[in-house]
């Protein structure tokens, strides 16, 4: 019988990766506001930059700090992937399955709600969640 449950760990830690990665990606190479945010605003880059000065500047350090806890939750992940979710302590599957919607579930919704050119992309980043939880629950 295939053993699931270092499956579901790993799986799980592969979530908290992505999400390091994501993290990374916020605090060094996103740019301040999209194509997607300015078509959702309805509005011009040269707009934005007239009307708004500091925005692009402000909108930066928004998502440094996005970014860190972005980073942060991953690194949590990975560490309770490691741990609490491997060992099957209890309470290990509710703080997961909550941390999942909280964090990446909660952004891809609304990545689908404002329809975010990335909102398929940030789904596959939330599949290790949802397949890590489902192994989990399949291992007795």
Same mark, same amino acid.
């Given at each position: ?30 740019p ?17 930059k007239e ?27 990975? *560490?309770?992937?490691?741990?609490? =979710?491997?060992?099957? &302590? ?7 399955? !909550? #941390?999942? +919607? ?7 919704v609304?990545? *689908?709600?404002?329809?975010?050119? =990335?909102?398929?992309? &940030? ?6 969640w949802? !397949? #890590?939880? +489902? ?6």
């Open positions: 019988m295939l053993k699931l449950k270092p499956y579901s760990a790993s799986m799980l830690a592969l979530g908290g990766l992505l999400l390091v990665a994501m993290g990374i990606y916020f605090v060094l190479l996103r301040s506001l999209l194509p997607e945010d300015l078509r959702y605003m309805g509005s011009t880059l040269q707009n934005a009307n708004i000065p500091d925005l692009l500047k402000w909108l930066q350090k928004v998502f440094w700090v996005m970014g860190g806890y972005i980073f942060t939750t991953g690194l949590l992940i990975i *560490f309770i992937a490691l741990t609490s =979710f491997r060992k099957r &302590l209890r309470g290990a599957f509710n703080i997961v399955a !909550i #941390a999942g +919607i909280s964090s990446i579930g909660l952004m891809t609304v990545n *689908f709600m404002i329809g975010s050119d =990335f909102k398929w992309f &940030l789904l596959i980043f939330t599949l290790p949802i !397949i #890590a939880l +489902i192994l989990y629950r399949l291992h007795k």
